[in-house]
């Protein structure tokens, strides 16, 4: 299966069962993860979104086998456009910060500047046509990233306050969580 065959898959929509095929069959064949984080970025947000929802999958199943691709997929965050890629993205980062992650995936994101990741997840905490999954992905890569960067959990624990003021429950449940533990 090339780029092309892939957009022709998810071209329709797809559920669930599709999206955990079409990742075993990436896996089987060994898709190569750049071009599938490529359509992450096409400028059809359903195709966009439904490459991103396979990403997610293939990638945290098994994630030391991309290790060499995180940089890349790291790098292209700040350029997706389809709001529903945003959530996968940050679900990603949260993963790979989380500090029951793999050592080696611990020991590469700590090879990596992830300033402008820690900048875009706060743009997508204050940005208010941002889901709410998004925000709620975003606190918690954000919270695992507070003591590499020091300023991190001051400005986390104010914009937590801020989304809890009249918030989802989602947001108060995460929010409570996590200010309790910063």
Request: charged residues 25%.
């Amino acid at each position: 299966m090339d780029q092309t065959q892939l957009i022709k898959q998810i071209t329709d929509t797809i559920g669930k069962v599709k999206v955990l095929e079409l990742g075993k069959i990436l896996t089987e064949r060994r898709f190569n993860l750049r071009d599938l984080i490529d359509i992450t970025l096409h400028p059809e947000p359903n195709i966009a979104f439904r490459a991103t929802w396979i990403l997610e999958n293939v990638f945290l199943q098994d994630p030391e086998i991309y290790l060499h691709d995180l940089e890349y997929l790291l790098s292209k965050m700040e350029v997706i456009k389809a709001a529903g890629s945003k959530r996968h993205y940050a679900k990603i980062v949260m993963h790979i910060t989380d500090p029951k992650a793999p050592q080696i995936i611990k020991d590469k994101v700590q090879t990596i500047d992830l300033e402008q990741i820690v900048e875009q997840l706060f743009d997508w905490m204050i940005a208010p046509q941002i889901k709410i999954a998004v925000k709620v992905f975003a606190a918690e890569a954000l919270f695992n990233l507070r003591y590499r960067y020091d300023w991190v959990a001051e400005e986390l624990a104010n914009q937590l306050q801020f989304l809890m003021r009249d918030g989802t429950a989602a947001i108060q449940t995460r929010g409570k969580k996590l200010l309790k533990e910063l």
